[in-house]
C-alpha cells in the first residue's frame, strides 16, 4: 500500500497520519480484512513518533475505518472503504462551509432541510 | 528455438561427453587388468587396511552407476541454470568426474597383483592425490568461469518511475507469504520441542533422538525465516524483513542502489523457494511471479524479492533515488 503525507500540512501529525491512513483505504490501496503494517514500520518509514501514528490509528479506530484485534494487529474494518470513502467527502463539506462562514450547526440544518 | 536455447543445448554436449566418458572408463578400467586382480577385490578400507570387498562385476558398476546417476542429475541441473549457479554446476561435474576415476584408479592400483583382498593396502597417496585433483578441478572452473561471468554482468534495465508532487512523502509497504512453508514451520518447530524433551530425557533412543532434533530444528528455524515478507520503501530507503520477526533484516539506504525494476521469476530459475543465491543474484522466493529487483552499487549484484504490487515499490525508490540526487 502507497501512504502519502504532504509536507506543507499544518494540521496536528497524528490527524495526518490518520488522513493518510483513511485516503489510502479510500482509495482501495488495502481492502477490509486487510491488515496494516504495525505501528513502528509506519513511523519508521513516515519519520513521526510511535505515539504519535498510534493515535491517528485509534482514532480511525473510533471512526470505525480500523479495527484492533488481539494477535492479529490492526486491519481494515467490514466496509470502511465505502465509510471511509463519504467521511472524507463530509471532511471537506465541513471545510469548505467553514471557509465560506457556515458553522457546524448550520451545515446540519442545511443538509436536514435538504428534500 | 531461440540462439539462447541453442547456445545452451551446444553447451550441454560437453559435459554429457564428460559424465558419459569417465562413467565408462570407471565401469571398464578394473576389467582391463582383471588377470592381476584378486576376485573379489577389496572396495572398502578403514585406515589403509581393507575390512570390504566386492565381486569384479560389482566393483566394476557400483562405482560407474553411482556416478552416473549423480552426473545425470547433475546434466538435467544444467539445462535449467544460469550464470553463477551453472559455473558451480560445470564445476561440481568435472570435479565429479575426477574424483569417481581417480577413487576407481586408486582401487584398482591396491588390489593389482594382490592373491587375496584382505592384503589390499589402500595407496593413501593415490586417495589424497585424487580428492586434491578433484576439489583444484572444481576451483579451477569456478574461477575460470566465475571471472568470464562478472565481466558479462549486462547493466540493469531502466524501471517505472512515480511521478512524486514537489511536497509530498511517500511510503510503500508490501508483503507475501507462503502459506506450504508456514505450515511446516508451524509443524516441525513444536515437533522438535518434542523431540528435545524425548532426547533429553531419555524417552527416544539418544542414537536418533539428537540428529532428528537437529534436522527438525533446522528445517522449523529456516522455514520460520522465510514463510513470509514484509518490505518497505521510504525516503530512508529499501527494508525487507524476513519471517514473522524480522529477522534477519537487509537495509539499503536509496544513494546504495543503482536502480528498481520489476521481472517475473519462477522458483524454478532461482532455484526453489527461501532465500536464494544464483547467477541472477540473491532472491528472496516466496511465491512465482513479479519480483522487485533492485540493482545495489557496491556489488554491482541483483537483489529480488517476491512481493505483491511490486510495480508502484520499483517506482516509488526510482522517483525517490531521482529526487535525493536532484
Given amino acids: 500500500m502507497l501512504l502519502r503525507l504532504d509536507t506543507k500540512d499544518t494540521r496536528p501529525l497524528h490527524e495526518q497520519v490518520a488522513a493518510a491512513v483513511r485516503r489510502a483505504v479510500a482509495e482501495g490501496e488495502c481492502r477490509p480484512g486487510d491488515r496494516l503494517p504495525s505501528a513502528r514500520d509506519l513511523a519508521e518509514a513516515l519519520d513521526v513518533n510511535v505515539n504519535t501514528v498510534l493515535r491517528g490509528l485509534r482514532d480511525l479506530r473510533d ?12 486491519t481494515v474494518a467490514a466496509g470502511a472503504d465505502r465509510r471511509s470513502g ?10 469548505e462551509a467553514a471557509r465560506q462562514g457556515y458553522s457546524r450547526a448550520e451545515l446540519v440544518e442545511l443538509i436536514k432541510g435538504m428534500p | 528455438m531461440t540462439g539462447q536455447e541453442r547456445t545452451k543445448r551446444g553447451g550441454l554436449r560437453w559435459p554429457t561427453l564428460w559424465v558419459a566418458g569417465t562413467t565408462a572408463l570407471t565401469a571398464v578400467l578394473p576389467l582391463t587388468v582383471a588377470d592381476r586382480l584378486p576376485d573379489p577385490l577389496a572396495t572398502h578400507w578403514r585406515g589403509s587396511t581393507a575390512n570390504g570387498s566386492m565381486p ?45 576415476l581417480g577413487l576407481q584408479t586408486a582401487a584398482v592400483r ?6 587375496d583382498w584382505h592384503g589390499a593396502e589402500l595407496p593413501v597417496g593415490w586417495f ?93 528455524l529456516s522455514t520460520a525465516c522465510c514463510f513470509s515478507v514484509r518490505v518497505r520503501v521510504s525516503e530512508a530507503g529499501l527494508e525487507v524483513a524476513l519471517g514473522p520477526f524480522g529477522l534477519p533484516t537487509r537495509r539499503w539506504a536509496l544513494s546504495e542502489l ?12 532461482v532455484g526453489g523457494w527461501g532465500y536464494r543465491l544464483n547467477g541472477l543474484g540473491t532472491t528472496v522466493m516466496l ?19 517476491s512481493v505483491d504490487d511490486a510495480e508502484r515499490g520499483a517506482a516509488l525508490l526510482n522517483a525517490l533515488r531521482a529526487r535525493q540526487s536532484a
Fill in chain 1, 63 to 74: 471512526a470505525g475505518v480500523l479495527e484492533f484485534r488481539r494477535g492479529r494487529g490492526v
Fill in chain 1, 86 to 95: 463519504l467521511l472524507e467527502q463530509a471532511r471537506a463539506l465541513v471545510a
Fill in chain 2, 56 to 100: 569384479l562385476w560389482a566393483a566394476c558398476l557400483v562405482p560407474a552407476l553411482i556416478w552416473a546417476v549423480l552426473g545425470a542429475a547433475g546434466l538435467l541441473a544444467l539445462r535449467r541454470v544460469d550464470g553463477l549457479l551453472r559455473v558451480w554446476n560445470l564445476a561440481g561435474l568435472l570435479a565429479g568426474g575426477v574424483l569417481f
Fill in chain 2, 110 to 115: 591396491a588390489n593389482l597383483d594382490r592373491t
Fill in chain 2, 128 to 220: 589424497l592425490g585424487t580428492l586434491a585433483a578433484a576439489l583444484l578441478t572444481g576451483a579451477a572452473v569456478r574461477l575460470l568461469g566465475g571471472r568470464g561471468l562478472s565481466a558479462a554482468a549486462p547493466p540493469a534495465p531502466a524501471g517505472p518511475v512515480l511521478e512524486l508532487a514537489e511536497d509530498e512523502r511517500l511510503v510503500w509497504f508490501s508483503r507475501a507469504a507462503n502459506r506450504p512453508l508456514q505450515v511446516v514451520a508451524a509443524v516441525s518447530g513444536p515437533a522438535a520441542a518434542v523431540v528435545l524433551l524425548g532426547a533429553a530425557t531419555g524417552l527416544f533412543g539418544a542414537g536418533w533422538g539428537w540428529p532428528l532434533f537437529a534436522v527438525l530444528a533446522v528445517v522449523g
Fill in chain 2, 258 to 269: 543503482d536502480s528498481a525494476r520489476v521481472e517475473r521469476r519462477l522458483p524454478s530459475q
Fill in chain 2, 287 to 305: 511465491r512465482s511471479g513479479p519480483c522487485l529487483v533492485v540493482r545495489v552499487s557496491a556489488t554491482g549484484h541483483d537483489f529480488a524479492v
